[in-house]
């Protein structure tokens, strides 16, 4: 099993609609969890980070954490087509080491 | 704000030949990390610091080796350049392990 793990997509959504991406992680132990976004022949950015139970929500984001099913999501409202991207899961369980998920692509249609 | 900066952006090599990646930073970060990401792949660790003078193996180690001699300055080094070598490297910085890393543009390599 996989330590993180994404699927691969590709997820295609209409404008307007909402883009729900999922993650799993097999360390029960983690603490950090971050979601960044790739878009193509670029470097990841920082999209969200949460380290608690429950939903943390900005602007359009919104990350859901549940670390008793072992899995962390994020959602993207009113998607808009510079949403497309892929888009990397990533664990840390208070190591040194973050351990980043393969990521999903997101292509959202004008 | 320069954040994290990478040099070069586009690098060919030939086999056997060596090169140094640059990776600078100006967040005063004390744990900086080197990644490469092949196509339609994760990144993989190679090495990491925990601040001037500590560095420690990641995930892919192999045919690479770092130094840390100031905060700023994280460099990879690759020796004997191999064909399995061609890839995009990234380096990043945080303030803790727990925290947001943040990324350099990235380093564009091939190997022929």
């Known amino acids: ?110 | 704000n320069a954040g994290v900066t990478q040099t070069p952006k586009f690098r060919i090599l030939k086999i056997g030949q060596s090169m140094t990646l640059q990776c600078t930073q100006d967040m005063n970060h004390n744990y900086m990390y080197w990644y490469r990401q092949d196509p339609g792949m994760g990144l993989k660790l190679i090495y990491y610091s925990v601040g001037a003078g500590i560095t420690d193996k990641g995930e892919v180690p192999n045919g690479y080796n770092v130094s840390r001699s100031t905060t700023e300055d994280f460099p990879l080094r690759l020796e004997l350049a191999a064909p399995s070598q061609t890839s995009v490297y990234f380096c990043a910085s945080s303030s803790d392990k727990t925290q947001p890393q943040h990324f350099g543009d990235g380093t564009r390599l091939s190997i022929l």
Do not use: H
Request: aromatic content about 12%; overall charge neutral; hydrophobic content about 30%.
């Open chain 1, 1 to 110: 099993q996989k330590e993180v793990e994404q699927n691969s997509g590709p997820l295609s959504v209409p404008e307007g609609a909402i883009a729900s991406l999922n993650c799993t992680y097999s360390d029960r132990g983690s603490q950090s969890f971050f979601w960044y976004r790739q878009y193509s022949g670029k470097s990841p950015e920082l999209i969200m980070f949460i380290y608690s139970n429950g939903d943390k929500e900005d602007g359009r984001f919104t990350a859901q954490l549940n670390k008793a099913s072992q899995y962390v999501s994020l959602l993207i409202r009113d998607s808009q087509p510079s949403d497309s991207a892929t888009y990397l899961c990533a664990v840390n369980t208070g190591g040194f080491k973050t351990i980043f998920g393969a990521g999903t692509r997101l292509f959202v249609k004008a």
